[in-house]
């Protein structure tokens, strides 16, 4: 691809440069540990991955991370899978996002909102002292450190506590959204044994209630490790027999009694999106997301103590475990419950409006629904104190970036991030001291040494190749749950490329450093040897106002032939005649390549997604290959199981 791109979309003023904490950072970094002073952020990305040691060792004095016990040294181990870092160190992830009460009691840590859209603030002081109640009792509940407390609950205030009070007495947390039906919830916990169940009774989603007592009860019946279920009341129900009140576990007094435990000790187990098999159970450990989200939120984000951080997310999502990591940089962190276009589809603008948000992380695709649904942000809403507006969950299409200059403010920080559940952090994205690109990540993370590659393991500049890492970062899995011997983990990640990361997706690293990402590279297409992420067919097709959503699927068929259809979904009134069949075949020969206009373009009821809203393509794809539904996708996975069977009923006609 060309990489001539025209003048940068967004330039950060010289004031913004000297300001941001990475520009601080490198000049203090040069001074202490010989970073290089001069040569702006592409400098300093290449001292992190050449001095990958020193670059940790400065991030851990920079942001003052506590070591209870001091580490024997930086990283024990290189090698991938299995790097050992700061072996010998002992610290606590809990006690350092609860820092800010020394100097800020009554200050909002938090700031919770619902469907009103009203925000209600949790102090500082408020939330360290709810966290010392619940770990107190979590401990003469029997909790000890390596156990595992699970919480199905929604985006409140009490999952952070829970989640901070598992971690201060050395716990091992992990949670589902309440969306989540029993068996997608059972297929995650059953696999790590909780002791301890939070559970709502309900969550209000759209303007109406949604009780979840039958699921919690059918949970408690198939959790046969619980010791204890506490049920928080946010649809005011009666707590079921056995089980302990909220109130009643967070209303002491006492001060939190941080477990210093190893480095690599586990913090949390996240999942994958499961769609083909079970979930896997991704274990990070609280130092390795403690730097690492330091580095994350603190540099790359810019946050600090002035700033209200704001994502939309789910507790079943990595991205509210990133949120929640907004509290080590001071930062008061916005948490909205709710469905994100209610009560209309400018419902996150509101909420950024009115909690005061500087960062608003949202998805792509929420961008791309207020460009059709002409939503006006900036006219709408007062969004001065807006600085950046971060995007993930699928890459963020050209005209996304186009709409968020035009619709919120020119000098607006367009951060288009991309990493994954596994490293529950980011590869490339958001640098406040680079130009902003249309259609482009600003730049690799640092302390990240991310390339692409060809299939040889030749790194490429300006082609499209495999996103690998070839050295390790802190917050990499430590292991999966229930993977004894480490198979599965270098299944995951090891089997292409030995001891370098390769994660599936399909990116180009350009020759000024930034990014773009294509798509997954399991789901590529592959026309007469020319490769095409699926990102760029949707980010063309649906700029179409036809299109609500689309599908695309390459299938390698017995005799040596490659079927190509376009699965789409049509917005409310369109219908799929001659003229749009053209416009869409058109828009795809010309704006992307005429080889990878498709052989058939389906209309179909709609996209089915992952809970965590992500199109499924590999398990379509496996069904129109003739596979079973039971083997081609895992059912607990799926937003809306009766949209496959369209494409399990197509598969078979054509037989």
Not at 92 to 113: G, I, K, Q, S
Not at 247 to 264: I, K
Not at 337 to 363: H, K, M, N, V
């Amino acid at each position: 691809m060309s990489t001539t791109n025209p003048s940068p979309l967004w330039q950060p003023s010289a004031e913004g440069i000297a300001q941001a904490q990475v520009t601080k950072f490198q000049a203090w970094a040069a001074e202490r540990h010989g970073a290089p002073a001069d040569g702006g952020y592409a400098a300093l990305h290449r001292w992190s991955v050449d001095e990958l040691d020193t670059f940790w060792k400065a991030v851990t004095e920079w942001f003052d991370v506590r070591f209870s016990t001091p580490y024997a040294r930086v990283l024990g181990d290189r090698a991938m899978p299995g790097a050992a870092w700061f072996p010998g160190g002992t610290l606590n992830y809990a006690e350092h996002a609860l820092r800010a009460a020394e100097t800020r009691a009554d200050e909002p840590a938090l700031l919770y909102v619902d469907e009103t859209h009203e925000s209600v603030p949790v102090t500082w002081s408020d939330l360290r002292r709810q966290v010392g109640s619940l770990a107190a009792e979590l401990r003469t509940l029997g909790v000890r450190p390596g156990d595992r407390v699970s919480g199905y609950l929604p985006n409140i205030p009490e999952a952070v506590v829970a989640l901070l009070a598992t971690a201060a007495v050395g716990g091992v947390w992990t949670s589902c959204a309440p969306d989540f039906g029993a068996r997608s919830v059972l297929d995650r916990f059953q696999q790590v044994e909780p002791v301890v169940l939070f559970a709502v009774d309900g969550y209000r989603y759209g303007g109406k209630e949604h009780d979840r007592r039958d699921t919690v009860a059918e949970l408690r019946r198939e959790l046969p490790t619980l010791n204890a279920v506490v049920h928080i009341p946010l649809l005011g129900t009666q707590a079921p027999e056995d089980a302990l009140e909220w109130s009643a576990l967070t209303s002491a007094d006492v001060e939190p009694v941080f477990e210093q435990v190893p480095f690599d000790h586990p913090l949390w187990v996240l999942y994958s999106s499961g769609t083909t098999g079970l979930p896997k159970a991704i274990v990070q450990s609280q130092g390795g997301i403690l730097v690492e989200h330091l580095k994350q939120l603190g540099l790359h984000c810019d946050l600090g103590p002035e700033d209200r951080f704001f994502w939309y997310t789910s507790t079943g999502w990595m991205m509210w475990n990133f949120l929640v990591s907004g509290l080590l940089t001071g930062s008061t962190i916005v948490l909205y419950d709710g469905s994100p276009g209610y009560p209309d589809t400018g419902a996150q603008w509101r909420i950024a409006e009115r909690t005061g948000a500087t960062l608003f992380g949202t998805s792509a695709a929420y961008v791309m629904a207020c460009r059709k649904a002409e939503v006006h942000p900036s006219r709408d809403f007062d969004l001065g104190r807006v600085r950046c507006v971060a995007t993930t969950g699928s890459p963020l299409p050209p005209d996304g970036f186009r709409w968020l200059h035009d619709e919120v403010r020119e000098d607006l920080w367009i951060a288009s991030v991309s990493g994954g559940t596994d490293v529950c952090s980011c590869f490339a994205g958001a640098v406040p001291t680079l130009p902003v690109y249309i259609g482009e990540l600003q730049a690799a993370g640092l302390g990240t040494d991310l390339q692409s590659w060809d299939p040889s393991g030749k790194p490429l500049t300006d082609e499209v190749g495999e996103l690998v890492v070839t050295n390790p970062m802190p917050s990499m899995p430590i292991r999966f749950w229930n993977d004894p011997d480490g198979s599965r983990y270098h299944d995951s990640y090891f089997d292409t490329y030995p001891g370098v990361w390769r994660h599936g997706d399909w990116i180009t690293v350009t020759s000024r450093g930034s990014v773009v990402i294509h798509g997954r590279s399991d789901s590529t297409l592959n026309r007469q040897g020319v490769r095409m992420g699926s990102a760029d067919i949707y980010e063309a097709v649906e700029r179409l106002p036809e299109i609500k959503e689309s599908l695309v699927i390459g299938v390698e068929q017995p005799d040596g032939g490659y079927w190509m259809p376009l699965f789409v979904h049509l917005a409310p009134g369109a219908v799929l005649d001659e003229d749009l069949l053209n416009r869409i075949k058109g828009t795809i020969r010309e704006q992307l390549s005429p080889r990878h206009v498709p052989d058939e373009v389906i209309e179909v009821p709609g996209v089915p997604h992952t809970l965590t809203g992500k199109r499924i393509e590999v398990p379509v794809k496996r069904l129109l290959q003739g596979a079973s539904m039971e083997k081609a996708v895992n059912i607990g996975s799926v937003d809306d199981v009766e949209l496959l069977r369209f494409y399990e009923k197509l598969a078979r006609e054509r037989g």
